[in-house]
């Protein structure tokens, strides 16, 4: 048994590898109406939203959030994560004009419901979810959950993680 349990940790790498492709499920990217940028890592998640929005597959983004992390209250600023990323796609060369910030949305399933209002609002038939790689079978299934009816495609992307290798 303690010769299995050793065997299991030297292969760990590959099988936690493993387990975190299931948790990638993203879309083939093609034109939309607009990004949705979800809060949370506008370090991994703004730079990809920029692209996208550079190489004309929407013209507006819009970001969410209202948490302020814990790190920003340390130093005293209390800046929700939708203007968090909002400044960090500026710093990208992104203006203002092209950049809606929504101080809303505690989690996923909050975003899932503004982003709905926001659609329905504005008629869009396609929309860019931005979120982390490892994020993209969740958010679709809430999303999914929440656009369920609409006839509104949603397209899945996820950032690359800034930490770590997906491959190694």
Request: aromatic content about 10%; charged content about 25%; proline content about 4%.
């Amino acid at each position: 048994m303690l010769s299995f349990l050793f065997f299991l940790f030297l292969i760990r790498a590959p099988i936690l590898r493993g387990l975190g492709f299931w948790l990638i499920n993203e879309d083939k990217v093609e034109k939309a109406d607009a990004i949705l940028l979800l809060g949370g890592n506008p370090l991994e998640r703004a730079p990809l939203a920029g692209k996208l929005l550079q190489k004309k597959y929407a013209n507006l983004i819009y970001c969410t959030g209202s948490n302020v992390s814990p790190q920003l209250k340390a130093l005293g600023l209390n800046i929700t994560e939708a203007q968090n990323s909002k400044g960090y796609l500026n710093r990208l060369g992104i203006p203002d004009s092209l950049i809606k910030t929504i101080n809303k949305g505690k989690s996923t399933l909050d975003e899932a419901k503004i982003l709905k209002q926001i659609a329905k609002k504005y008629q869009y038939k396609k929309i860019i979810i931005d979120t982390s790689k490892f994020h993209t079978a969740r958010v679709r299934k809430y999303f999914n959950k929440i656009f369920e009816g609409t006839n509104i495609k949603l397209i899945i992307q996820g950032a690359r993680p800034l930490n770590y290798s997906i491959n190694k």
